[in-house]
Structures are given as structure tokens and as C-alpha cells.
């Protein structure tokens, strides 16, 4: 299949109106689903937040953090509104590589987050790989980001589950499939739907325009979104986004979408606030529910 015969669509409004998982009144926080986020560790604990949080403000019934004990216990007394499951801790101020083992079956989750600000020291490289072997054939969806995205390109033997999707940058896809940077960014839309055949998982690469590319050859560009993304931490609040959506029910192919086009929405709405240049992630989390209005309310 060529390139020109992939099925391209620009991500807009309509789209997005029709994929928005539907909330109903006699509902309860089992309704839209439980997020399990694996993610942080002593150096990137603000990850771990980020990613968590942003999944309960799109709509997640509730977030499970699965993370190492000092980012278990700093993150506990920075919010009242996500669960915990401490995972130990190494010496690097990581989870350890054998905590596989406190992870209950991931089909007890309706979505799994796995990456942001994992690091890659201390045995969390064999607890991603292991992670991620074991739950192969596992219908439960997977969003893999960040430290797991770089700890499988550094591995010669990984495995992408079945039902995931990968969500790097262009550098993360360059260490993966061994295209120089400046050749992916010549052609964004190619090399997405390539990783994705390779991969056979849906793609997600960030960036300016962001695209989403499916191996069956679905292409989705997004055009929402500006400069204040260009911020640590704004890839974590991307991927507790997806995880949220897909936690309601919809598939992740329609998460990263809603994802991708409400994350832009939201900058925009922060800037005309703050401006391009002071937005921080946490910013992200306090504006997403003035995009959501601003999307589901104008004509």
C-alpha cells in the first residue's frame, strides 16, 4: 500500500463531536472507566501527576497510580483525586524490576498508561520489557510513552501488545526505526503510518501538526495547538488524555484523536490567558475544562 493511497483526514470539530465518549445521568465512576498509569519515578515525579490527573479531567471515572514509594507518597499529598498502588523502590529512586509481580491482571483495568517519567536505571528497563511481553496478546488497551518508548528502542527484543498505541516524538521515532530526525520530519505522515505497519500498532507522533497514523492506512493530521506546548510535561498531560478517553469506552484510535485535538484546543485557550509563553503543563490540566466548553458549546 502506497502512501497515496492512505486515507488522510484533518481532525476538526465535527469529527471530534461524533468520537466524545456520552455521558449519561444514572451513571457512576465504574461507567467511565479505570485508568491504571505506570508511571514516575524519583527524578520525574511531576510526570506521574500530570498524566494521572489529566485522564480524571476528561472524564476517566477514576486513575490507579502505579508508581515507586517517593512518588507514591509526594504525589499523595498533591492531590486528593487519584488511587495508588506503591510499587517499592530501587536505589536509583526507580521501581524496581521485579515489581511486576504487585500488578494485578491488566483486564482488570479498562485502559493502561506506561512511560511517563519511568527513567531507565534501576531495573525499570526489564520491568517495561517484561511489562510489556506479558501482556502481548492482552485485549486491555496499552498508551506506551516517554522512558517506554526509549527503553524499546535501546532493546533488541521487544514487544508492542496488540491493542496499544505508541506516542512519540521524533527523535523517540528515530531511535526506533533508525530514520534520521530531519528525514521524519520531511515527511511526518509517511514515516507515522511506516512505524505503525512496522510496529502494527497506531502511532501517535507529536509534534507541530501531530498525525495519528493507523497500519490499515487511516491518517489523522491535527492543526489545533501552539508554541506553548513546547513544554516539559506536555506529553504527559497527552497520554493521560488518551488513557482517558479510551478508559470511557471509545477505541484508541478515537482517544488519540479526541486527545490530540482538545490538548491543542486547551494551549490555545491558556495562551489567550497566559500567553505562548508562560503556559506550563499544570496550566493544561486547569484550562482543559474551558476547551471542553469551548467545543462542546459553540456553533
Known sequence: MSQQQADIQVLGRDIILKLLPKRIQNSHKGTYG??????????????????????????AGYCMLASCSDVISNTASSTPDITFLDLGQ????????????????????????????LNQIGGVEDFTLNFLKKNQKSYTPIVID????????????????????????????????????KEIQQNRAKWAWEASKEF?????????????????????????????????????VLTGMIAGFC????????????????????????????????????????????AMKAILNSN
Open 200 to 236: 502494527d500498532c497506531i502511532v501517535l507522533l507529536k509534534g507541530h501538526e501531530t498525525v495519528i497514523a493507523v497500519p490499515s492506512g487511516k491518517i489523522f493530521i491535527n492543526h489545533t495547538g501552539n508554541s506553548a506546548l513546547a513544554k516539559a510535561g506536555s506529553g504527559d
Open 146 to 181: 516517554a522512558d517506554a518508548i526509549n527503553i524499546m528502542a535501546k532493546s533488541k527484543n521487544f514487544t508492542i501488545p496488540m491493542n496499544s498505541i505508541i506516542t512519540p516524538h521524533p527523535m523517540e521515532l528515530s531511535r526506533l526505526m533508525g530514520i534520521e530526525v
Open 90 to 117: 530501587s536505589i536509583y529512586g526507580t521501581i524496581p524490576k521485579d515489581s511486576i509481580k504487585f500488578i494485578s491482571a491488566i483486564a482488570n483495568y479498562d485502559v493502561v498508561s506506561i512511560g511517563c517519567g
Open 247 to 290: 478508559a470511557q469506552g471509545i477505541s484508541l484510535e478515537e482517544a488519540a484523536c479526541c486527545a490530540v485535538y482538545i490538548h491543542g484546543i486547551t494551549s490555545e485557550v491558556a495562551s489567550k490567558a497566559m500567553s505562548e509563553y508562560c503556559v506550563l503543563a499544570s496550566d493544561l490540566i486547569k484550562y482543559i475544562p474551558l
Open 34 to 59: 479505570h485508568v491504571l498509569n505506570i508511571a514516575g519515578s524519583s527524578q520525574y515525579q511531576g510526570a506521574a501527576l500530570l498524566s494521572s490527573l489529566s485522564s480524571l479531567r476528561v472524564g
